[in-house]
């Protein structure tokens, strides 16, 4: 059964900085492109980035520079590394796979960016 489970937002000041997990289960994770997206009150849920099989990264413009996707095979977890945060930024992250699986979103973990 794939399974996506995110975890590691919080409330966090602006210019802060914060680390998203997720562990993904039922995919073959070695060879899956994977996404982080994220969903802001009242707008659609957005890619933020995605990382390729070869380690290939992809930004949206909004967060370049200040986001680093990264996995790690051998634990099938699949990390975003959040610097200078702004509010912005606050929303509910999930990771799937890059085009997205639409019927296995995870709950989400919540990041507020808020002093």
């Known amino acids: 059964q794939v399974q996506f489970v995110e975890s590691g937002g919080g409330l966090v000041q602006p210019g802060g900085s914060l680390r998203l997990s997720c562990v993904a289960s039922g995919i073959i994770f070695g060879v899956s492109r994977m996404g982080w997206y994220r969903q802001a009150p009242g707008k659609q849920r957005e890619l933020v980035a995605y990382?390729?099989?070869?380690?290939?990264?992809n930004y949206v413009d909004s967060v370049k520079g200040r986001f680093i996707i990264s996995r790690d095979a051998t634990k099938n977890t699949v990390y975003l590394q959040m610097s200078s945060l702004n509010p912005e930024d606050t929303a509910v992250y999930y990771c799937?796979?890059?085009?997205?699986?639409?019927?296995?979103w995870g709950q989400g973990t919540q990041v507020t960016v808020s002093s």
């Open positions: 990382i390729t099989m070869g380690d290939n990264t």
């Open positions: 799937n796979e890059y085009p997205s699986l639409p019927d296995y």
